[in-house]
C-alpha cells in the first residue's frame, strides 16, 4: 500500500528550527517529484518547496526563501524540509505530496499526499 508519512513537527519558538521528514513506503520516490506543501487555520493550502526527481529544487513561498530547504534522499526513501529561522506565520500543518518527475504549483495536480504534521511556532 502506498503511503507517505510525515514526522518532525511539534512546537519551536521564534528563531528556532525544525526537520520534517517525509518517508515513502509501498513504492519509491526515485521517479517522483516531491512537493511540501502547507495549510494556516482558515488559509488555503499552499506550495512551500518542491524537489524534482532529478534533484532540481523550487520554491513556491517567496517567505521561506533563505530559510527553508528541501532535499530528498533516495536510498531511505524519504524527503526533507529544512526549517530555520521560524516565525509565528509558519505556524501551519505541513504536507508532503507526490507526482511524477516534475514539481507543479498547482496542488491539483499532485498524486499522493500525506496525513500533515502540525507545526507552531510561538513564543
Known amino acids: 500500500q502506498l503511503q507517505l508519512v510525515e514526522s518532525g513537527g511539534g512546537s519551536a519558538q521564534p528563531g528556532g528550527s525544525l526537520r520534517l521528514s517525509c518517508a515513502a513506503s509501498?513504492?519509491?520516490?526515485?521517479?517522483?517529484?516531491i512537493g511540501w506543501f502547507r495549510q494556516a487555520p482558515g488559509k488555503e493550502r499552499e506550495g512551500v518547496l518542491c524537489?524534482?526527481?532529478?534533484?532540481?529544487?523550487?520554491n513556491y513561498a517567496d517567505s521561506v526563501k533563505g530559510r527553508f530547504t528541501i532535499s530528498r534522499d533516495n536510498a531511505k526513501n524519504t524527503v526533507y524540509l529544512q526549517m530555520n529561522s521560524l516565525k509565528p506565520e509558519d505556524t501551519a500543518v505541513y504536507y508532503c505530496?507526490?507526482?511524477?518527475?516534475?514539481?507543479?504549483?498547482?496542488?491539483?495536480?499532485?498524486?499522493?499526499w500525506g496525513q500533515g504534521t502540525q507545526v507552531t511556532v510561538s513564543s
Open positions: 509501498g513504492f519509491t520516490l526515485d521517479f517522483y517529484a
Open positions: 524537489i524534482s526527481s532529478r534533484g532540481t529544487s523550487t
Open positions: 505530496a507526490v507526482r511524477r518527475y516534475v514539481c507543479s504549483a498547482n496542488a491539483g495536480s499532485w498524486d499522493y
